[in-house]
Structure formats: C-alpha cells, structure tokens
C-alpha cells in the first residue's frame, strides 16, 4: 500500500525547494581517514564502523574524485539523463586534512559537469576556525551541507563507542558552522548498547536543540569485521537488535518529538549481506519508508506532535 499523506519533512522536498530540477547524491571515497584511526585520538576508529557497508559499487578511493564522480553520473543518467548531481564526500572523516588540500578536493569536484553542490560528511572535532572561513566562502557560491556524524548524545555511549569526542563538542561544532550561515546536517544511530527506549526519547530534545537542517537515522547494525562484531559475540546480553516493526515504532516515538522543521532524510540503512551480522529484515529502504508512512497513518500521528519548545 502506498500512503500519499508524508507526515514529516521529507528530503524530496527539502531538495525541490532548493532547486528548480531534479539531483541526486553521488558518494564519493577521497582516501581521509579518522582522528580516532590513526593515533591522534585512538586506534581502529568508531566501534561499529565498517566503511565497505557505504561506499557504491561506483565509488573506489583509487581513482580520482572527477572519476568517481563522472561514474556515479553514468550510473544514475541511464534513468535519469537531465539529473543535476551533488558531491557526496561521504567516507570517513572529509575535512581531516589542511585546508589546501581541501580546498582542492572540492573544487575538483565541483568542476565536474552537472555538479551543483557539496555535501562534507565529517565529525564534530573536526571542523577548525580556517576550515570555516573556507566553506563560508564555498557556501556563497554553490549549495553546501556540512553533514555531522552526531550517533549519540550520551557521553557513556560515545566514549563506548570509540568516537574520540563528547556531546558538548557536537554542539559547538554545530553552533560555529551555522553562525556561517552554512547549512548542517546530522546523522544518528539508534539502538547503540546502553542506550533504551528512555535515553532515546531524552535524546530527542538535545536532538532537537541544534540547528539542524537535516538528519539521518538508522538502526544498529553489527558489521564483521568490527570491534562491535567482537564484542556482540563476547556479550550478546548487552545488546538488542531490532525487529522492522519494532524499530518502525521506536521512529515514530523519536520522530514524534523532534522539532517539527528537521528535514528527516532517511530512517533506515541496509548493509551488504556479505558483510551484514545483524538485523536482516529482508526489505529495501523504500520499503521500510512505505511502512512508516502508513504506521504514522495508523498512529494519527506526525513528525513534531509532541516536540516541546525549550
């Protein structure tokens, strides 16, 4: 059954306010790594991160990101030939490197035919003072996201996790970049070990209170390969992994009490089966997304009911 009735600020049509023709992300593997991978703040990065689970079939760090680039639009033309198209740095840390080299990254990409825009997928400690006078500058002169990978608002699970940072940090980054008037965006796991239905709910506000443009979630996944892979077998007690239904419900109780004017731009992530432990449910993202939509019908209910203004 397809529901009509979209009961939150979907990306869509985020996108078509923002642009007169259709686009579409293309991701991008530009070789940084982490602060929390090479020794500055740790070793082997965050706990459950397997970046193999993200990168496209098109997307390979050995070749050049106008490659990468021109690929994924071969990719996504043969359906789509007038698709304008935004560069997606999307694995690992995308700002950990000095600001020239940077700075020549994302003018390469931005120089690829049908590129409009750039999204950073980054952290939150890694955004400095000059790093900002640069994307103040990109953001006048093309479409710019600054996209946060926030995972938690609890500061036991992010130590647990091996971010390498705190909530406070998040917030702070968050404030800098939109005092630059530059957009940002956010992504969050939920189901992460410790963390309950409660602490969720609680998230919701701390959530709520940055200036977010965009957010992402998704369910825990356990990835082998990972440190978090390890310790599920080690301990499997201290994790709970969960079921479509169930977790289409645990959505819509956090969706329910976010600020109503967060542009949701997806609530679910499939990884590769070959690399995939747990949960498998069997259902592409659209599909996950159709039953949402008609739980919240079912619910009577919508992104913000009970969000509560601080």
Not at 73 to 98: C, D, G, H, V
Not at 186 to 201: A, D, K, Q, S
Not at 225 to 231: E, H, K, N, S
Not at 287 to 299: C, D, G, N, S, V
Request: glycine content about 6%; charged content about 25%; hydrophobic content about 35%.
């Amino acid at each position: 059954m397809m529901v009509k009735d979209i009961r939150y600020n979907d990306f869509s049509t985020f996108l078509s306010k923002e642009f007169s023709f259709k686009v579409q992300k293309i991701s991008i593997n530009a070789g940084f790594t982490c602060p929390n991978r090479n020794g500055t703040k740790g070793f082997g990065g965050c706990t459950y991160c397997n970046n193999q689970t993200f990168n496209p079939a098109y997307c390979h760090m050995e070749k050049s990101i106008s490659c990468q680039l021109e690929d994924g639009k071969t990719f996504f033309s043969r359906k789509y030939p007038e698709m304008r198209y935004l560069a997606y740095f999307q694995a690992y840390t995308n700002t950990y490197a000095k600001v020239e080299e940077l700075r020549r990254m994302y003018e390469e990409a931005l120089s690829v035919d049908k590129i409009v825009g750039i999204i950073i997928g980054t952290r939150p400690d890694c955004v400095s003072d000059e790093l900002l006078d640069y994307l103040e500058e990109l953001n006048g002169k093309t479409f710019l996201l600054v996209e946060f990978g926030i995972e938690s608002a609890n500061d036991k699970t992010l130590q647990r996790i091996n971010r390498g940072h705190t909530f406070a940090c998040t917030q702070d980054a968050f404030a800098r970049v939109a005092n630059r008037g530059i957009r940002t965006g956010g992504h969050v796991i939920l189901g992460l070990p410790g963390e309950n239905h409660e602490e969720l709910m609680r998230q919701t506000t701390l959530i709520s209170d940055l200036p977010l443009v965009t957010l992402k979630l998704h369910q825990l996944q356990l990835i082998k390969g990972t440190r978090m892979a390890f310790d599920y077998k080690q301990n499997p007690e201290m994790f709970h992994l969960y079921g479509v239904d169930e977790y289409v419900d645990v959505v819509i109780d956090y969706v329910e009490r976010l600020r109503p004017d967060i542009v949701l731009e997806r609530f679910v992530s499939q990884s590769p089966k070959d690399l995939l432990i747990g949960p498998d449910w069997g259902i592409k993202n659209y599909e996950f997304t159709e039953r949402l939509k008609l739980r919240l019908h079912e619910r009577d209910t919508w992104q913000g009911k009970y969000y509560k203004e601080n």
